[in-house]
Nanobody, 117 residues
């Protein structure tokens, strides 16, 4: 029923910006949490930022001050504005959603972010 569709990845120079978007299409129940993860080659998948349906926000320490997560509850979308990007930010970025009373998990297929000069 629910599909998460990510967009906005690409190639950007160090210091540049990207905005990632994730749309939870087909969601008919409450979205409890939406999260942006990333995974670089040889690394664990890690949380970048998350936001609850009630508006509570968490950022990983390296991203504080550079990244901003936001949610449009009416459209069931979540965005991640990424500024002052570094080569270390290079990774596949994944959208995750926890939806409904049963807390069903959904994952997007990922979008590649490459930061390079």
């Amino acid at each position: 029923q629910v599909q998460l569709v990510e967009s906005g990845g690409g190639l950007v120079q160090p210091g540049g910006s990207l905005r990632l978007s994730c749309a939870a299409s087909g969601a008919t129940q409450r979205i409890n949490v939406m999260v942006w993860y990333r995974q670089a080659p040889g690394s664990y998948r890690e949380v970048v930022a998350r936001i609850t349906g009630g508006g509570s926000i968490f950022y990983a320490d390296p991203e504080k001050g550079r990244f901003t997560i936001s949610m449009d509850n009416a459209k069931n979308t979540v965005d991640l504005q990424m500024n002052n990007l570094r080569p270390e930010d290079t990774a596949i970025y994944y959208c995750y959603a926890d939806i409904g009373a049963e807390r069903a998990d959904y994952w997007g297929s990922g979008t590649q972010v490459t930061v390079s000069s």
